[in-house]
């Protein structure tokens, strides 16, 4: 057998799997497998310039990956990952960050959005650490995480973020250990609120659709979270949702939709069973 190939990037997609080995067809001197909607693998030889290995690849609009030639024909196998990827961006000329925050669909490999969560990451671990050493500059470190920090609120760390920079937490709120808040749309925080520990407040979405799906595709929806509300500890909420004023969210319900001011919530899915 030919040796694997490395993990290889065509086009708009990749192709991280190992190279799938085919008997030859005759005809055209290749059988292709259909791995998936978006990855097709063939092998065969004979192969030459004007072979059918460059129509396949010139055909499916992708490049050949690699291939070995010994005298005209291959010395074991002849490789080619051809990867397939509907273009969902066509005249779009913004970067994936830029749609991103638009609240568009978008794929997670753009440059800028990575040195923001690089940058997220150390400075958590930083107030992490400050807290715990009791270091007066903590805040600093948590206010340089955020975007927006009222005056005397405190989030007991560790905490986990995406990007930091879309996190705007009110006065006085109070926010207990293990706070997940995946911040790749806005997450608004109102003030006096009491927020229990392991409370994940979570913006992503993906598709339901299989195929943009598994093209990696995925937007965000903003989450509100209106003044003295209290989430009970292991309250997830989930992308979109809007809770208001002075409402109380029972431990452990998961959110799915917007629960009104003034209100007590429990269960999963979170239903209303009484109003304040």
């Known amino acids: 057998m030919c040796p694997g190939l490395p993990p290889v990037r065509c ?4 192709y991280c799997g190992p190279p799938v080995l085919l008997s030859r067809d005759g005809a055209t001197g290749y059988d292709l497998l259909h791995l998936a909607q978006s990855v097709w693998s063939g092998t065969g030889c004979p192969v030459s310039d004007n072979s059918a290995e460059k129509d396949i690849a010139r055909g499916n609009g992708a490049s050949v990956v690699a291939h070995t030639i010994d005298g005209g024909k291959c010395s074991c196998c002849i490789i080619c990952t051809i990867v397939l990827m509907k273009d969902y961006f066509a005249g779009d000329p913004r ?9 568009d669909l978008y794929i997670a490999d753009d440059p800028d959005n990575e040195a923001v969560a690089r940058r997220a990451l150390k400075l958590a671990d930083e107030y992490y650490r400050r807290e715990v050493e009791a270091d007066p500059n903590a805040r600093e470190s948590l ?7 009222g005056e005397d609120a405190y989030v007991k760390p560790p905490l986990f973020v995406d990007y930091g920079e879309n996190i705007h937490i009110g006065s006085r709120t109070f926010i207990n250990y293990n706070l997940t808040a995946l911040d790749v749309a806005d997450i608004h925080i109102g003030e006096d609120c009491q927020i229990g520990p392991n409370v994940q407040l979570l913006t992503p979405t993906h598709p339901i659709d299989p195929e943009p799906r598994r093209d990696k595709l995925e937007a965000a929806q903003a989450i509100r979270v209106g003044n003295n509300v209290w989430l009970g500890g ?3 909420v989930c992308p979109g949702v809007s809770i208001g004023d002075n409402s109380v969210i029972g431990a452990g319900a998961v959110v799915t939709r917007n629960v009104p001011a003034n209100c007590v919530a429990v269960g999963n899915p979170a239903r209303i069973i009484r109003e304040i």
Do not use: Y
């Open 11 to 14: 086009g708009l997609a990749q």
């Open 95 to 103: 970067t994936n960050r830029e749609r991103m925050l638009a609240g």
């Open 143 to 149: 206010r340089a995480l955020v975007g927006s920090l």
């Open 234 to 236: 292991g309250v997830i």
